[in-house]
């Protein structure tokens, strides 16, 4: 049995994609990578195949498009005990997996990477940091839970929480404050641990740095929140 499943969502990250996985596999143990690629006119999905690693998997997606349906893929193939995903931009370290697992170990059901608990750091471009902890507080309020980070997108989560509901996979980041929410109000225990949110240094941003780009999301994610709280 695999201990650890580690779901790659990708489009058009060949800049990135070899450096994330060399740095995951000189960190983890009893593991397995599964990139999930929205058939990427850069050839990502051709580039991991081509590495020919063992216990690297790449799933090319024809027809489908997004972030959230393309990790719910990756968790209905997962074979791990655990299951870990993250951006692959590079923008999350890869060197923390390890201890988002070991938190799982010590009794955790979901350890979540986040910018806001000690050891914890936004480094992106102002604009980023300010609508994301603007956003983070205003759903701490509506929300709760003692969850600092509600969209994080760096996580490690014990197979067995997604026997418990259905997992969101659609939106952007919207689904990632869904399936806290709804681990939390089901009383699975959760744990945030601290790392240094980067902005990315190769490759095109999929959101550009636009205030109105990000007024967008901030929007959206707003009527999500309230949303949210308001279904019993």
Not at 85 to 113: F, H, Q, R, Y
Request: charged share 30%; aromatic share 12%.
């Amino acid at each position: 049995m695999v201990k650890v499943t580690v779901v790659l969502p990708t489009y058009n990250e060949k800049d990135n994609i070899v450096e994330l996985i060399n740095r995951l596999t000189k960190v983890l143990n009893d593991y397995e990578l599964i990139v999930v690629d929205d058939d990427s006119p850069d050839l990502t999905w051709k580039i991991v195949k081509d590495l020919k690693r063992k216990n690297v998997r790449s799933i090319r997606r024809v027809g489908e498009r997004g972030i959230a349906s393309a990790i719910g893929r990756g968790i209905k193939e997962a074979k791990g005990d655990y299951v870990v995903w993250m951006d692959c931009d590079m923008s999350m370290p890869p060197e923390k997996v390890p201890m988002l697992i070991k938190k799982l170990d010590l009794g955790a059901d979901i350890t979540i990477g986040s910018r806001y608990v000690k050891g914890g750091k936004d480094s992106r471009p102002k604009i980023r940091q300010i609508t994301s902890y603007l956003f983070n507080i205003y759903t701490q309020l509506v929300l709760g839970h003692g969850v600092k980070d509600y969209d994080s997108g760096f996580i490690a989560v014990k197979s067995k929480v997604f026997k418990s509901f259905k997992f969101p996979a659609y939106g952007y980041g919207e689904y990632f404050i869904e399936f806290v929410y709804k681990a939390a109000k089901k009383g699975f225990k959760i744990v945030e641990v601290g790392y240094n949110n980067i902005d990315r240094i190769k490759g095109e941003s999929k959101t550009a740095e636009n205030i109105f780009v990000l007024f967008k999301y901030g929007i959206q994610y707003g009527i999500k929140v309230i949303k949210l709280r308001l279904t019993k």
